[in-house]
């Protein structure tokens, strides 16, 4: 199906998009950060709040492939020494929180965001397709120090629909970053995990003022009668 424009009601205003030049970004939805057992449960955090995108993410994924589009994964990974945090002074070693939660909990190490480890690994529910693409990062947003952009002009991409985990740090980074590079950043409210209410709607003003647009999943695959 070719040269597939859709209008999508989004804030701050309805956007016309072409399917044949949209990529769905899914950003950091790792057993590390959502599931049961992973270091974020074991740390505190409700992982249960954030699998309620698991569904719409894997609609969104099924709909784009569905339209010869591939889905790319971004992972944040680190070697078991942290070496991608840089030198030893470096501010990355003192705000790292998977740095933090590793040395406070050594025994997690399965359960981290070391690269190998289960707790690194794509949840299974969403797991990518053998066409998909991975792209591993070791900062918040997914375009530093990777070949994303690379990746997205590859794939003549224009348009980006951003999911995952979470809104107001990776998502945010990543999308920010998108806008800066010249693509049109779509906010998926519905995909996109926060952990407060007051975060979620801070990063929605956010986007729909400076960086992007918002709307939601249904509309989305309404639109594309999905």
């Known amino acids: 199906m070719k040269n597939m424009k859709i209008f999508l009601s989004a804030k701050p205003a309805p956007l016309e998009i072409d399917i044949d030049r949209t990529t769905l970004i899914v950003i950091d939805v ?36 569905d339209r010869g589009r591939r889905v790319v994964y971004i992972t944040h990974c680190y070697s078991p020494d942290f070496r991608e945090l840089g030198e030893p002074d470096s501010v990355l ?6 740095h933090i939660s590793y040395n406070e909990h050594p025994e997690w190490r399965e359960k981290s965001l070391i690269r190998g ?21 070791s900062r918040y947003s997914g ?9 997205l002009r590859s794939l ?5 629909l951003f999911v995952g985990i979470l809104a ?15 693509y049109y950043p ?33 509309i989305i695959l309404d639109t594309l009668n999905v």
């Not at 990518?128 to 693409?133: A, G, N, V």
């Not at 779509?186 to 400076?210: H, K, L, N, R």
Request: glycine fraction near 6%.
């Open 30 to 65: 790792q057993n590390c950060t959502v599931a049961d057992g992973g270091m974020w449960h074991l740390a505190g955090a409700n992982v249960s709040q954030f699998r309620t995108i698991i569904n719409p993410v894997k609609k969104l994924s099924h709909a784009l492939r």
């Open 93 to 98: 070693w003192e705000r790292s929180s998977a």
């Open 117 to 137: 480890t289960w707790g690194s690994e794509i949840l299974e529910d969403i797991k990518p397709e053998p066409d998909d693409i991975i792209v591993e990062k």
């Open 143 to 151: 375009f530093c120090g990777t070949n994303l952009d690379t990746i």
């Open 156 to 160: 003549n991409t224009r348009y980006l």
């Open 168 to 182: 107001h740090i990776c998502v945010e980074a990543t999308l920010r970053d998108a806008f800066s590079y010249g």
């Open 186 to 218: 779509v906010y998926v409210s519905d995909a996109v995990a926060a952990p407060t209410e007051t975060v979620e709607q801070a990063t929605i003003a956010t986007v729909s003022t400076a960086y992007g647009w918002v709307t939601n999943s249904k």
